[in-house]
């Protein structure tokens, strides 16, 4: 396993699964001085600030030399790529096994970011769930994702599971394409979350500070934003955002779904950029019309 690119002898940050988070991880970090290692399947990303490997995580044995980076810090932030039992537990629980063994000769491994999802949350009703609630997974995604983070509790190092809502960005619009055919609408008008991938990024990156600092960190956190939303809510301001008209769809009062807290998120000192859905997507859009 050889890098693309030359790094500094300095602070080692391996991310696992170099794509859009990933991705958005890593360049924060690099323009910020540290070393990255991007660690990806494909061969045709190519970067002057990240050193990128090629690795399968479902495949161990294109994992040998991961441990020659002896990084501080590991991001395993790879997604599954397909809705099934066995690709998500190739992925999540598989592949951060792998990931992990290949690393256990390193030295300096310091702290493991896990990153999740709310999924692991299967509870369906209108209380405010956070990390005190127990994660209790409805489906086969939750219960890889709960799985995989708990290989974390043997780790000899410190460890983090970052449980994301939906996200969305530049590379993730199904909500707007969603949102500008009324007819596809999900007849249930459910509770969602969600967080911006700058957002979720970033707060990957300000706990990425707080270890490298000696600063404590939790073993969870829920990442979302500041307000939950009802789903045709969030449908409908986009829909007229846009200029569409969804006058006409009924809109009953939420059912099911489920509504998160970020108040151990925010107590770390980390503030968001885009704290609800109207200042995310108003963002995109006017993206999008530049």
Request: with cysteine; hydrophobic share 40%.
């Amino acid at each position: 396993m050889q890098a693309t690119a030359q790094g500094h002898e300095q602070t080692r940050v391996l991310i696992a699964g170099y794509g859009d988070l990933g991705s958005a991880i890593g360049q924060r970090l690099a323009k910020e001085g540290l070393t990255v290692f991007g660690l990806r399947r494909s061969k045709h990303l190519h970067s002057s600030d990240i050193l990128m490997l090629n690795g399968d995580v479902t495949q161990p044995d294109t994992l040998k030399g991961l441990e020659e980076i002896d990084p501080q810090i590991l991001v395993y932030c790879i997604a599954a790529t397909e809705q099934s039992d066995d690709n998500y537990r190739a992925h999540y629980v598989d592949g951060l096994r792998h990931v992990l063994a290949a690393l256990a000769p390193a030295r300096h491994l310091r702290h493991v970011f896990f990153v999740s999802s709310s999924r692991v949350y299967g509870q369906t009703d209108d209380r405010l769930l956070d990390e005190s609630d127990p994660a209790l997974p409805s489906d086969f995604g939750g219960q890889r994702l709960l799985e995989a983070e708990q290989l974390l509790a043997s780790l000899p190092c410190g460890h983090t599971a970052l449980r994301l809502s939906g996200i969305y960005g530049p590379e993730r619009t199904r909500m707007l394409s969603l949102a500008r055919d009324p007819a596809r609408w999900p007849p249930q008008n459910s509770w969602s979350n969600r967080i911006h991938r700058d957002d979720a990024a970033a707060f990957a990156v300000h706990l990425i500070h707080r270890v490298l600092g000696g600063a404590s960190v939790a073993d969870c956190y829920i990442v979302t934003d500041s307000s939950p939303a009802p789903l045709h809510e969030t449908l409908r301001w986009l829909a007229e955002r846009m200029g569409h008209t969804a006058g006409q769809i009924a809109s009953p009062a939420p059912l099911g779904g489920k509504r998160l807290s970020n108040a151990r998120m925010l107590e770390t000192g980390f503030r968001l950029r885009y704290p609800d859905y109207r200042a995310g997507y108003a963002a995109l859009l006017e993206q999008a019309r530049q």
